[in-house]
């Protein structure tokens, strides 16, 4: 089983920068798409950014298109999540999540194999 490990969330106020990391364990780990999804109560996992397992093609929810900027680095088996611009709407906790199968970036939680803990980061207004 894959391991997901989140860290970086916090508290912050609108306007700032937080940068959040996901940790893998696995030797393939160059091959698995990368997400980021976002959770608050009573709603379901949403979608915020994701990354391809071969040329690192990216993708964003348009809610952080222009803020949000996803990256990978392989030879440390992590994926970042750097956030600028915060806004009281992106407090949530936020999940990695792992798909090591279809080769695409997937919008739906269902389509990945493996998550992470979760990290909550909370923006004040």
């Known amino acids: 089983q894959v391991q997901l490990v989140e860290s970086g969330g916090g508290l912050v106020q609108a306007g700032d920068s937080l940068r959040l990391s996901c940790t893998a364990s696995?030797?393939?780990?160059?091959?698995?798409?990368i997400s980021w999804f976002r959770q608050t109560p009573g709603k379901e996992r949403q979608f915020v950014a994701g990354i391809s397992r071969n040329v690192g093609r990216t993708y964003y929810a348009d809610s952080v298109k222009g803020r949000f900027t996803i990256s990978r680095d392989n030879a440390k088996n992590t994926v970042y999540l750097q956030m600028n611009s915060l806004k009281s709407e992106d407090t949530a906790v936020y999940y990695c999540?792992?798909?090591?199968?279809?080769?695409?970036?997937?919008?739906?939680?269902?389509?990945?194999?493996?998550w992470g803990q979760g990290t909550q980061v909370t923006v004040s207004a």
């Open positions: 696995g030797r393939t780990f160059s091959n698995y798409v």
């Open positions: 999540a792992a798909d090591i199968t279809s080769g695409r970036i997937g919008l739906r939680s269902y389509e990945y194999d493996y």
